[in-house]
C-alpha cells in the first residue's frame, strides 16, 4: 500500500487508460478523485477501486467547459497526485479532418488538459508538494499518417509536460510524462474511415492494454522521494 494516506484525480476515468491508472492507484492505498464525462461508468469505476482498497469518489462533468475545469479544481485541489489523461481522438487523412475536428482535439487534449494542470498546479505550489503525471503518446515525437492533428495536440502537451516540471521543480512538484504507443482502448472503437481500418489492420503488433500504461503511472508516483521520472515511453514489444 505505497500510496496509503495520499489522493489522486485521474480525469478520463472511466474507462481505458484511466480505468486502470485509478484502480492501479487504489490498489496501492491511494484515495481516488475519478473524473470523466459518464457518470454511471464512473460510478462502477468508483466501487473497483473501493473493491480495490481505497477510497474512491466521482466528479462528472466536461472539461472542455471551463467551469467545470474551475469546480473540478475547488472540489479537488487537494489531492496529492494529477493524472492528466483525458483525451479526444479522429484519426482521418489530413484533407478530410475537419477545422471542427482540430478544435476539438485541440481543446480536449491541450487547453482543458492545461487549465486543469494550471488550476491544481497553483495549489500544489502553495502546499509545496505534489506529482503530475501527464499522458501523452508515443505521437508526441512522431507523426504518422492519419493521425496528424492527434500527433499535433500530443506535442503540444508533451511541451507542456516539460514546462511544468521546469516552473514547478523548485516548489518541489514533480512532473512525469507517460508516453504510450499504441493501446488498446475503446477510443479506436470510433474509427470508421475505410483507409485508416485498412491501415490498422495492416499492421503486425499487438497493441499495449490500458494496464501496461496505469503500470508506468504507478512506477512514476510510487518513486523514491528524491526521484522524479520525467518521460517514460512504452511501447508494443513488436512495433
Known sequence: MRLRGRSALVTGASAGIGRATAIALAREGASIVASGRREDALA?????????????????GDLDHPAFVRALAEQAGHVDILVNNAGHLVYAPVLEITPQQCEAMLRTNVVAAFALAREIGRRMVERRSGHMVFIT???????????????????ALSAFAKGFRLELKGAGIKVSEIAPGMVDTDMRKGITHPEVLKSLAARKFKPISPQDVADAVLFAVTAAEGCSPDLIEIRPKDA
Request: charged share 15%; hydrophobic share 45%; aromatic share 6%.
Open 44 to 60: 462502477a469505476v468508483a466501487e473497483e477501486c473501493r473493491q480495490a482498497g481505497g477510497e474512491a469518489q466521482v466528479i462528472a
Open 137 to 155: 503518446s508515443g505521437a508526441a515525437r512522431n507523426v504518422q499518417t492519419f493521425g496528424v492533428v492527434y500527433a499535433a495536440t500530443k506535442h
